[in-house]
């Protein structure tokens, strides 16, 4: 707890200029005009740099912006947040956060930018455990922690790239296959690919752009990890919807999928790259705060016309036609068209054996 007895600038700017999320440090600078819980939530999850929206309907009306912020500061390398004008957090604002330092781990520093704590704030930090300073070389040590400011590193994508990237391990996600989730506990063994080929893993580079395009069009963890996995596994929206939380082992780095009937591959575990375990880390733990153990840890078929939304607005998108053969729009992603050579490849091949068998 920091007190900035006078109000002065020097602390206001040296916590904005601690804000450095690649070093693990957040400055939450709540909104003016609102005292509501949720309105602190998507200012904390502006400050992670997301948009403070989730897309969806949910349950009562309620964003669950609270646990979407919870699961990206426990998936992401974050481990301070600083809070300005701590003086007007209401008494639930203040233990939200409070809520948030014991869920994740989180170092969280509140500026006070008044000589004395509030009655409210001073009720809510009776439970916790917490230390008091107003001097600003401490409470710059607090900011910054044992890290100093460093700049963006050069190979940091920039701004999300207005060029698609097409990725082949997106062409069966609109596939209509139908595996189930197994009823019983499944340890599967690792993916041997037997009835279709792997997806190709991506260049680093390419694993820099999607990862960051995914941080930057959603701050829902689930759609932004069904598109991760996807790119991992090349599986289509029904079989990543049978993967439970507990199917993600983090330590592992790996991701079960269900597939009894053997549609594909049948129940196999496949590798997760580092760039993609964030998202899955953040699924995972959205999946628990807000669902529980036994509910997906994707996205529903019930939910592809937002997926897909997320996926086009990160400007990510499977193997298109050529102009010639292009079906819809100019411009519009076509989504099922590998689907679609496998239909008509099949209609062909089913055509030449009847006209042997009349033969």
């Not at 693990?24 to 948009?51: C, N, V, Y």
């Not at 701590?86 to 008494?91: Q, S």
């Not at 019983?184 to 680093?204: D, E, G, S």
């Not at 330590?251 to 009937?261: G, K, Y």
Request: charged content about 20%.
């Amino acid at each position: 707890m920091v007190i900035d007895r006078h109000d002065d600038v020097i602390h206001t700017h040296t916590a904005l200029a601690a804000h450095h999320p690649p070093s693990g440090r957040i400055t939450l600078h709540p909104g003016p005009g609102t005292t509501s819980e949720t309105g602190l939530a998507h200012d904390l999850l502006a400050a992670l740099e997301k948009p403070p929206l989730l897309p969806g309907r949910f349950p009562g009306g309620r964003q669950p912006a609270w646990e979407a912020a919870t699961a990206w500061i426990t998936a992401l390398p974050v481990t301070r947040l600083i809070v300005l004008r701590a003086h007007r957090l209401t008494a639930r604002r203040a233990m939200r956060l409070l809520q948030l330092r014991t869920l994740t781990g989180i170092h969280l520093i509140l500026v006070c930018h008044r000589p004395h704590l509030p009655t409210a704030l001073h009720q809510a930090l009776q439970a916790a455990d917490h230390i008091i300073t107003t001097d600003f070389q401490t409470a710059r040590r607090h900011y910054y922690g044992a890290t100093a400011p460093v700049p963006l590193p050069a190979d940091q994508p920039g701004r999300p790239s207005s060029r698609w990237l097409t990725l082949p391990a997106l062409d069966r996600l609109v596939s209509y296959d139908s595996p189930s989730p197994c009823a019983a506990p499944c340890t599967p063994p690792p993916i041997v690919w037997r009835h279709r080929p792997p997806p190709t893993p991506l260049t680093l580079y390419a694993a820099q752009q999607v990862a960051h395009r995914l941080h930057g069009v959603t701050a829902h963890p689930r759609l932004a990890a069904t598109v991760a996995a996807a790119l991992i596994t090349g599986a289509s929206l029904q079989q990543l919807a049978t993967a439970r939380p507990r199917d993600y082992d983090d330590a592992a780095a790996t991701l079960a999928l269900h597939d009894r009937a053997r549609y594909t591959d049948g129940c196999a575990a496949y590798p997760v790259p580092p760039w993609a375990g964030v998202f899955l880390r953040a699924a995972a733990c959205f999946a628990r705060l807000v669902s529980g153990e036994d509910h997906e840890l994707f996205a529903t078929p019930g939910g592809r016309a937002l997926l897909l939304r997320v996926a086009e607005t990160a400007r990510l998108r499977p193997s298109q036609p050529p102009v010639a053969r292009r079906q819809g729009p100019a411009g519009r992603v076509e989504w099922d068209w590998r689907e679609r050579q496998e239909a008509n490849r099949y209609e062909a091949m089913l055509a030449v054996r009847t006209r042997h068998s009349r033969r």
